[in-house]
């Protein structure tokens, strides 16, 4: 039982998570030509069934059980007489799971429901991406169901927050406010979760060979090994590359591997993946686009990536000349950055507040040298915040003055006047308009002299 229904948003992001899933496994078979039928089947199976799922509001209801049995029943016949006969095993498993989950679609009325639908929709996605004939152009499908998956976690969180406030009378959150909120924290965590992804060094596919019961990696801006480059034979004799070998290593493959040190295709290798026999129309325009973004891209950045790898050996070359100079300057600001940490302990050690209050006393109050205008006035309030201070009333950073007077009016009321009128004068110099005169500095010394003796 949900304590509120779900929002149709979460429907619409569910049924989008579901069909791009099994959409991940039906692009493994494009070259059959049955991939539009195979969607549009899926999407009527997938949406009929969410809309039984949210007519449900709180809780299942007998009618939403009574198509759950029937759309099981129907899955099973589908398994039994279509799924293994067209694909067999383990793709018709996949296809019945499916169906299991549109039956589930129909008494998806709460939170543990979305949850375990999302999480059959991952296994999907996993059992696709792990098959062998999944490569980059799945990212069409991919890509917009990791991002239906987030959009849904966030929306949950979301409503069932809104529903918490309004619940305890403290606010009733619009659907404006909810849905930009939603949007919002999607693409921030989509792009947070990207961006770490691109920078995290990932092993791929085709930097991983077998090799005699070892696993060959190709380091970045570096061939793959190969065991034919540089191996041996059985009699320990190194063997020769042939011709056709010497100019595949070489990267004259005409763009049908990825780029040495590179996840990304060759924009060759994108477009000959756009003339997979049944691609979907828009996905091959698409992948035409991206490659011929990708060749300017190359074209632009090969001059600013020669320059940056020029800067690169110079930097090498000027550390190998001078590392003792260089090593002297790290140790110079590890030192000081080890000294301006010790110097900010050293401001909140007790004496040490002690004899930083005696020379403000020296300086501001009885001899009276202090800066004109504004910075006396910072002056002598930082002088009154040092006194508390060191009597166990220091003000933190994310206090204001006036937050600042009410916790020395409850712990110092013999002071509290003196105080207010201090933070008063303070203001003024600080955010007033008019010029801060000499009267003004004095009887702020006369307040930081009675606050002193008091203390």
């Known amino acids: 039982m949900s304590a509120s229904p779900l929002h149709f948003s979460l429907y619409l992001g569910l049924l989008a998570a579901q069909w791009l899933a099994i959409a991940c496994n039906a692009f493994l078979d494009i070259e059959y030509g049955s991939f539009a039928r195979e969607m549009l089947f899926w999407a009527v199976a997938f949406g009929g069934t969410l809309i039984v799922g949210w007519r449900q509001s709180r809780r299942a209801t007998a009618a939403g059980k009574a198509w759950q049995k029937g759309v099981l029943f129907f899955g099973l016949l589908l398994f039994v007489f279509v799924f293994i006969p067209m694909w067999g095993m383990p793709r018709a498993g996949l296809y019945l799971l499916a169906m299991l989950q549109a039956s589930y679609n129909c008494v998806t009325v709460g939170r543990r429901e979305l949850n375990l639908s999302l999480l059959i929709s991952l296994a999907a996605v996993l059992f696709a991406t792990a098959h062998y004939r999944a490569d980059w152009t799945m990212l069409f499908?991919?890509?917009?169901?990791?991002?239906?998956?987030?959009?849904?976690?966030?929306?949950?969180?979301?409503?069932?927050?809104?529903?918490?406030?309004?619940?305890?009378?403290?606010?009733?959150?619009?659907?404006?406010?909810?849905?930009?909120?939603?949007?919002?924290?999607?693409?921030?965590?989509?792009?947070?979760?990207?961006?770490?992804?691109?920078?995290?060094?990932?092993?791929?596919?085709?930097?991983?060979?077998?090799?005699?019961?070892?696993?060959?990696?190709?380091?970045?801006?570096?061939?793959?090994?190969?065991?034919?480059?540089?191996?041996?034979?059985?009699?320990?004799?190194?063997?020769?590359?042939?011709?056709?070998?010497?100019?595949?290593?070489?990267?004259?493959?005409?763009?049908?591997?990825?780029?040495?040190?590179?996840?990304?295709?060759?924009?060759?290798?994108?477009?000959?993946?756009?003339?997979?026999?049944?691609?979907?129309?828009?996905?091959?325009?698409?992948?035409?686009?991206?490659?011929?973004?990708?060749?300017?891209?190359?074209?632009?950045?090969?001059?600013?990536?020669?320059?940056?790898?020029?800067?690169?050996?110079?930097?090498?070359?000027?550390?190998?000349?001078?590392?003792?100079?260089?090593?002297?300057?790290?140790?110079?600001?590890?030192?000081?950055?080890?000294?301006?940490?010790?110097?900010?302990?050293?401001?909140?050690?007790?004496?040490?507040?002690?004899?930083?209050?005696?020379?403000?006393?020296?300086?501001?109050?009885?001899?009276?040298?202090?800066?004109g205008g504004e910075p006396a006035a910072r002056q002598y309030y930082r002088a009154m915040a040092r006194l508390f201070a060191l009597h166990d009333m220091p003000r933190a950073d994310t206090v204001n003055t006036r937050e600042y007077l009410s916790q020395i009016g409850r712990r110092h009321r013999d002071v509290r006047q003196i105080a207010a009128e201090m933070t008063v004068l303070f203001e003024q110099a600080r955010y007033g308009a008019e010029p801060v005169s000499t009267p003004h500095i004095q009887r702020m010394r006369q307040l930081y002299r009675g606050i002193y003796q008091r203390l």
């Not at 009733?172 to 921030?188: D, E, F, K």
């Not at 091959?284 to 490659?291: E, K, M, Q, T």
């Not at 050996?313 to 950055?337: C, D, T, V």
């Open 141 to 371: 499908y991919l890509a917009p169901f990791i991002v239906a998956v987030v959009f849904c976690l966030v929306a949950e969180q979301i409503q069932r927050r809104g529903d918490d406030l309004r619940r305890l009378s403290l606010g009733r959150p619009s659907s404006q406010g909810q849905g930009a909120a939603i949007l919002a924290a999607t693409v921030v965590l989509v792009l947070a979760g990207s961006s770490l992804y691109l920078l995290t060094p990932q092993i791929n596919w085709p930097y991983l060979e077998w090799r005699f019961g070892q696993v060959s990696l190709g380091l970045p801006g570096g061939d793959i090994e190969q065991a034919g480059s540089g191996g041996q034979t059985d009699a320990g004799r190194p063997t020769e590359k042939t011709g056709g070998e010497q100019q595949a290593g070489s990267g004259g493959s005409g763009g049908e591997q990825l780029l040495p040190g590179s996840r990304w295709p060759s924009p060759v290798e994108m477009r000959a993946a756009g003339k997979r026999v049944n691609m979907p129309a828009w996905q091959a325009a698409a992948i035409n686009d991206i490659a011929d973004l990708s060749e300017s891209m190359q074209q632009t950045l090969t001059p600013v990536a020669m320059r940056v790898i020029d800067w690169w050996e110079w930097l090498k070359q000027w550390l190998r000349e001078h590392w003792l100079a260089a090593l002297l300057g790290l140790l110079a600001l590890i030192l000081l950055a080890i000294l301006l940490a010790f110097a900010a302990l050293l401001r909140e050690i007790p004496w040490v507040i002690w004899l930083l209050s005696r020379w403000d006393y020296l300086c501001l109050g009885a001899i009276g040298r202090h800066a």
